[in-house]
């Protein structure tokens, strides 16, 4: 059985290193060509090394910068499929669904992932992959927090990513009780959590772990 690879981040770049380092190692397949997902703003370029910089340590040479549109090219597709590590970056959350959710790019990427393709989402990109999108007040111009339909790399918990920075507690139970999962993390700034086979297998930085059958919280570093 080919096992799937996962990382969520609860803020924008850097990779934490000892999670960069094993997305590294894991995207070293033939070609080595990680594919970094974002939408366009002024200054990206200056911003990819923040990406880049850690893995390159670690032996990924090769980067493919794909820019997302509502109307990806073949090229770009392209460039997708042929991708042994993929990346999507944070920013505007709602942006990032419309443009990989419930689309061609979202069903390559669930084709890549159940491949063993390694995965990588930061921010806006973590929040999307699950099978629910919860999306904070925050982060929405509706100022109230939505339950959208996700990527569906995994399908058991929900996330809420700048977890202490945006006081998210209260919106993470309320997510549980209202999807009906059991788990749900909490992932700050400058942190992450690995998943193996949709299980649990590495958490760096700051992460909370709620259950909904308990009253308490577990912190994880």
């Given at each position: 059985?080919?096992?799937?690879?996962?990382?969520?981040?609860?803020?924008?770049?850097?990779?934490?290193?000892?999670?960069?380092?094993?997305?590294?190692?894991?995207?070293?397949?033939?070609?080595?060509?990680?594919?970094?997902?974002?939408?366009?703003?002024?200054?990206?370029?200056?911003?990819?090394?923040?990406?880049?910089?850690?893995?390159?340590?670690?032996?990924?040479?090769?980067?493919?910068?794909?820019?997302?549109?509502?109307?990806?090219?073949?090229?770009?597709?392209?460039?997708?499929?042929?991708?042994?590590?993929?990346?999507?970056?944070?920013g505007d959350t709602e942006l990032y669904r419309e443009y990989i959710v419930e689309t061609e790019l979202?069903?390559?990427?669930?084709?890549?992932?159940?491949?063993?393709?390694?995965?990588?989402?930061?921010?806006?990109?973590?929040?999307?992959?699950?099978?629910?999108?919860?999306?904070?007040?925050?982060?929405?111009?509706?100022?109230?927090?939505?339950?959208?339909?996700?990527?569906?790399?995994?399908?058991?918990?929900?996330?809420?990513?700048?977890?202490?920075?945006?006081?998210?507690?209260?919106?993470?139970?309320?997510?549980?009780?209202?999807?009906?999962?059991?788990?749900?993390?909490?992932?700050?700034?400058?942190?992450?959590?690995?998943?193996?086979?949709?299980?649990?297998?590495?958490?760096?930085?700051?992460?909370?772990?709620?259950?909904?059958?308990?009253?308490?919280?577990?912190?994880?570093?």
């Amino acid at each position: 059985m080919t096992e799937k690879h996962l990382f969520l981040f609860g803020g924008g770049a850097p990779f934490n290193e000892s999670l960069g380092e094993k997305f590294a190692n894991l995207s070293s397949n033939g070609s080595n060509k990680v594919a970094i997902m974002f939408i366009e703003q002024d200054g990206w370029k200056e911003y990819m090394p923040k990406y880049t910089d850690l893995l390159e340590r670690y032996g990924v040479m090769n980067f493919e910068y794909l820019k997302l549109t509502s109307s990806p090219s073949i090229e770009l597709k392209e460039q997708l499929r042929s991708s042994t590590g993929v990346i999507i970056c944070g920013g505007d959350t709602e942006l990032y669904r419309e443009y990989i959710v419930e689309t061609e790019l979202g069903d390559l990427l669930k084709e890549l992932y159940l491949q063993g393709i390694p995965i990588a989402g930061f921010s806006a990109g973590a929040l999307i992959s699950p099978n629910v999108c919860v999306i904070s007040p925050v982060d929405n111009r509706k100022n109230e927090q939505l339950f959208l339909k996700g990527l569906g790399l995994v399908n058991n918990f929900v996330i809420c990513a700048h977890f202490s920075k945006w006081n998210e507690e209260k919106n993470l139970l309320l997510a549980l009780s209202r999807t009906n999962l059991s788990i749900g993390y909490g992932i700050d700034d400058g942190s992450g959590i690995y998943l193996r086979n949709e299980l649990l297998s590495q958490s760096a930085g700051q992460v909370y772990f709620y259950h909904a059958n308990r009253s308490n919280k577990f912190f994880t570093d």
